[in-house]
């Protein structure tokens, strides 16, 4: 099946500064790739995603890089604030039954 | 407009124990899912559903079954409860096909609040 994997399992930027987290996965028929943010005793929520179509995508301070050949993926946040500290999941799917396979996560901390 | 949404929001079982979680959507999603998540780990899928009447395992199936009665719910039991199974519990629910096109693929999963479920 399906593995992915995240690097860093921690970050922390100061606030202003920019904040990579980058994924791996396994399966090259993988198709889809959402980024979901969870903050403290809440559920996660997805704030941008990718399909194999694109290289890349952007919304606001945020954006998702995909390299379909190396497979992997990476989420960009510019110009951090405080809140968006959180801990933050990459995911892939292939598109079976729409399952998703999460990475295991990221805790970001903005510094102010 | 709902969403999606769990009863019940935490639970305390003593081991062997029984339960039922609950998973409510009013978004007429074809698709739900069961995830477990732990300290530290990213969510694991439990048990999924891609329509009312059908149930397949996830990757974390051992020690749960799921029923899915009726298009908007989706069910997930523990029939002897373990303090393995101890853990933050979240159901999550998707359309069939994407938006904006005609073939079935991937679709923004839409998460309800989570149960935390604590086995003694």
């Known amino acids: 099946g399906e593995n992915v994997e995240q690097h860093p399992s921690t970050l922390s930027v100061q606030e202003g500064d920019s904040a990579v987290i980058k994924c791996t996965y396994s399966d090259s028929a993988s198709n889809y790739f959402p980024w979901y943010k969870q903050e403290l005793g809440k559920r996660p929520q997805l704030i941008i995603d990718?399909?194999?179509?694109?290289g890349e995508k952007k919304d606001q301070r945020i954006a998702v890089t995909l390299n379909k050949t190396a497979k992997h993926f990476s989420l960009h946040i510019t110009e951090t604030q405080p809140e968006d500290s959180a801990v933050y999941f990459c995911?892939?799917?292939?598109?079976?039954?729409?399952?998703?396979?999460f990475g295991g996560g990221t805790r970001v901390l903005v510094k102010p | 407009n709902a969403g999606v949404t769990q009863t019940p929001k935490f639970r305390v079982l003593k081991t062997g124990q029984s339960m039922t979680l609950l998973c409510a959507q009013d978004?007429?999603?074809?698709?739900m899912y069961w995830y477990r998540q732990d300290p530290g780990m990213g969510l694991r899928l439990i048990h999924y559903?891609?329509?009312?009447?059908?149930?397949a395992k996830g990757e974390v199936p051992d020690g749960y079954n799921v029923s899915r009665l009726k298009k908007q719910n989706f069910l997930l039991g523990l029939e002897s409860a373990a303090p393995s199974q101890t853990s933050v519990y979240f159901c999550a629910s998707s359309y069939a096909v994407p938006s904006g096109s005609s073939i079935p693929g991937p679709d923004t999963q839409y998460f309800g609040p989570g149960t935390r479920l604590t086995v003694l």
């Open positions: 990718i399909r194999s179509n694109v």
């Open positions: 978004m007429n999603h074809e698709y």
């Open positions: 995911a892939a799917s292939t598109g079976a039954g729409n399952k998703l396979t």
């Open positions: 559903s891609v329509g009312e009447g059908t149930t």
